[in-house]
């Protein structure tokens, strides 16, 4: 999956870098070309405007200021919109998974949802013009070794409070 992500300011910048640290194809797009330089540096392609990038790219996140630019970036003559193809189109309905296990991480949380209500007391909670971000505790089980929350937990009576993943590590499966 090829990735495209307009918008290197603070937190921009910081996701950015961690898809090119979790290898995933990167091209980017921001004004500030000392921004899209230090990105290139660690790897990333660097496209020439929101239309290339979509061109070039299955599945964009943006990381923008205002409404307002993310309109422009969006609707402009070389903007998203124009350089979305129908492949482009197609590809985003089969990212969801990949994105959900990714996601988990890049946020550092033991599972993602998008969507629907909070399956917990909401500890945490940001909204803007965008979105609401609402953190709650996980399902399941905290594993002792990774901290992730699991629902199925290692049956190893010598590890009775890792999760799955980590009994495999430590029994070396
Ligand atoms: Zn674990």
């Not at 990333?44 to 964009?60: F, G, N, R, Y």
């Not at 070389?78 to 089969?94: M, P």
């Not at 991480?105 to 399956?119: A, H, K, T």
């Given at each position: 999956m090829k990735i495209g992500f307009i918008g290197l300011g603070n937190v921009g910048g910081k996701l950015a870098k961690s898809l090119l640290r979790n290898n995933f194809d990167l091209t980017v797009r921001d004004l500030d070309e000392s921004l899209t330089d230090t990105l290139k540096d660690l790897g990333a392609k660097v496209a020439k405007s929101p239309k290339e990038l979509a061109e070039q790219t299955d599945l964009i996140i943006t990381s923008l200021p205002s409404p307002e630019v993310s309109a422009e970036v969006m609707?402009?003559?070389?903007?998203i919109i124009n350089g979305l193809s129908k492949n482009s189109i197609d590809a985003d309905l089969a990212i969801s998974t990949r994105w959900f296990k990714f996601g988990r991480d890049l946020f550092l949380v033991s599972s993602l949802q998008i969507g629907?209500?909070?399956?917990?007391?909401?500890l945490v909670s940001e909204h803007n013009d965008l979105a609401s971000i609402e953190i709650a505790k996980a399902r399941g089980f905290k594993c002792e070794r990774c901290w992730h929350y699991e629902i199925e937990m290692s049956k190893n009576k010598q590890h009775p409070n890792i999760c799955k993943r980590c009994e495999k590590v430590v029994l070396g499966i």
């Amino acid at each position: 999956m090829k990735i495209g992500f307009i918008g290197l300011g603070n937190v921009g910048g910081k996701l950015a870098k961690s898809l090119l640290r979790n290898n995933f194809d990167l091209t980017v797009r921001d004004l500030d070309e000392s921004l899209t330089d230090t990105l290139k540096d660690l790897g990333a392609k660097v496209a020439k405007s929101p239309k290339e990038l979509a061109e070039q790219t299955d599945l964009i996140i943006t990381s923008l200021p205002s409404p307002e630019v993310s309109a422009e970036v969006m609707e402009a003559d070389d903007g998203i919109i124009n350089g979305l193809s129908k492949n482009s189109i197609d590809a985003d309905l089969a990212i969801s998974t990949r994105w959900f296990k990714f996601g988990r991480d890049l946020f550092l949380v033991s599972s993602l949802q998008i969507g629907g209500e909070p399956w917990a007391e909401v500890l945490v909670s940001e909204h803007n013009d965008l979105a609401s971000i609402e953190i709650a505790k996980a399902r399941g089980f905290k594993c002792e070794r990774c901290w992730h929350y699991e629902i199925e937990m290692s049956k190893n009576k010598q590890h009775p409070n890792i999760c799955k993943r980590c009994e495999k590590v430590v029994l070396g499966i």
